[in-house]
């Protein structure tokens, strides 16, 4: 009896501790009006029919952070260099402005060239290649306007790449993107094709067209830069000097075997890519930190819709009431997988690092409308465990992933 009595006591005694390290909490908040509601949207609608728009309030579960001090200070940071944060608008491209922005790090770090690309030019092409698609399977295509960053590297090799100078895809006296009308009228009307069981691709590609270019121009079969002429792909090649295949895709989940090449289930990877190389969780970290670490910044994707992450404070943390830091491992990343818990919804690029205590943090440049809520307009900060639970894939160069690639390609 007293062997019992003195056992349950130690088992009071470790629960307590345990339970006593769980020091976050959440509540639901009201968000007040931001920079989508008073900018964006201003934008897209027009003065006057804005004003008479109300802001609809919404409730959010969110993790309470004001008595915590977070490292936002982007000057503590060791950065890759970028380009300034832009906005990706009323439209779900962060896929390609966070791989265009990717690309443009890369062009700076291998050419010191400064050249602002179009995420607008991949876009456009993207929406006429799935609708392709959506023929040629015969309505089974997933529609939508989001993607996965190596998309861009498709579309690359396909269509080549442009300067925003050249092609903005936005109208006149717009600021912002607005696809929220194009996407209805392109979903609109490749549905009705479906219900009419109507496959005539020529005629049905000519109206995605003309679609397309009603609301985001026409891109140009070529253009001048500095003083020169290209088309799309002689820009890339000759002077980006980028080429598709020094891009590769990494992914982690337990579903399939390590350390070989499969496909990134998600409705975004609509064409059903096979490319992703699957690696554990220690190594997905690692290629991380080793690529940032040796000046190569990532194209990262993922779950952006969680209690831990806040647009004001503009951290993205993982709270003790989700899983204590000790307890994240590849178990709780796949179970979380499998659920639906983590989904693929947004893209970002990391573009920093520091290291406090032994742990990671990244700046984050961001182009969705939350990240410009915050003082730092366009920038997020994550700390390692978020990306280690809830970051899906990444795409990077191959320079830094020669160790990794070595364990897969033989």
């Not at 491209?93 to 991949?122: D, G, H, N, P």
């Not at 990244?362 to 003082?375: M, V």
């Not at 978020?386 to 990444?394: C, D, E, G, R």
């Amino acid at each position: 009896m007293m062997r019992n009595t003195y056992l349950f006591l130690i088992f009071l005694m470790f629960s307590a501790q345990l339970f006593a390290q769980n020091t976050d909490k959440a509540s639901y908040k009201t968000y007040p009006s931001g920079f989508y509601f008073k900018q964006i949207l201003r934008d897209n609608l027009g003065d006057e029919a804005w004003a008479k728009r109300k802001y609809q309030h919404r409730e959010v579960f969110k993790m309470e952070m004001q008595d915590r001090i977070f490292p936002t200070d982007l000057t503590k940071y060791t950065t890759v260099y970028h380009l300034q944060p832009v906005s990706q608008g009323n439209s779900g491209t962060c896929w390609a402005y966070s791989a265009i922005s990717f690309l443009e790090s890369e062009v700076y770090r291998m050419t010191s060239q400064k050249i602002k690309l179009s995420e607008i030019y991949i876009a456009y092409w993207e929406y006429v290649e799935r609708a392709e698609d959506f023929i040629k399977t015969k309505g089974e295509t997933f529609l939508g306007e989001g993607s996965e960053s190596n998309a861009v590297l498709r579309i690359m090799k396909n269509h080549g790449l442009m300067p925003l100078s050249a092609y903005s895809g936005l109208k006149d006296q717009q600021n912002f993107n607005n696809h929220k009308a194009l996407f209805e009228q392109y979903e609109t009307y490749l549905n009705f094709q479906k219900q009419q069981n109507s496959w005539n691709k020529t005629e049905i590609m000519d109206s995605i067209y003309k679609i397309l270019d009603y609301w985001i121009g026409t891109p140009p079969d070529n253009f001048n830069f500095e003083g020169k002429n290209y088309t799309p792909q002689t820009f890339m090649s000759e002077k980006l000097k980028l080429k598709p295949n020094n891009y590769f895709s990494f992914m982690s989940t337990k579903e399939i075997a390590y350390n070989q090449k499969g496909e990134l289930v998600e409705n975004d990877n609509w064409w059903h890519c096979k490319d992703y190389y699957n690696i554990s969780l220690n190594d997905f970290m690692s290629l991380i930190n080793t690529s940032i670490e040796n000046g190569y910044s990532i194209s990262i994707c993922g779950d952006v819709s969680e209690p831990g992450i806040c647009q004001i404070e503009e951290v993205a943390i993982i709270p003790d009431f989700d899983i204590p830091s000790a307890y994240i491992n590849e178990d709780a990343r796949q179970m979380r997988l499998i659920s639906g818990a983590t989904t693929d919804d947004h893209c970002v690029h990391l573009v920093g690092y520091q290291i406090i205590n032994g742990e990671y943090w990244y700046l984050i440049k961001d182009s969705g409308a939350g990240a410009f809520d915050g003082k730092n307009k366009g920038y997020r900060f994550f700390h390692e465990d978020y990306v280690k639970l809830k970051m899906m894939n990444i795409l990077l160069n191959v320079e830094p992933a020669r160790s990794v690639l070595d364990k897969i390609i033989k």
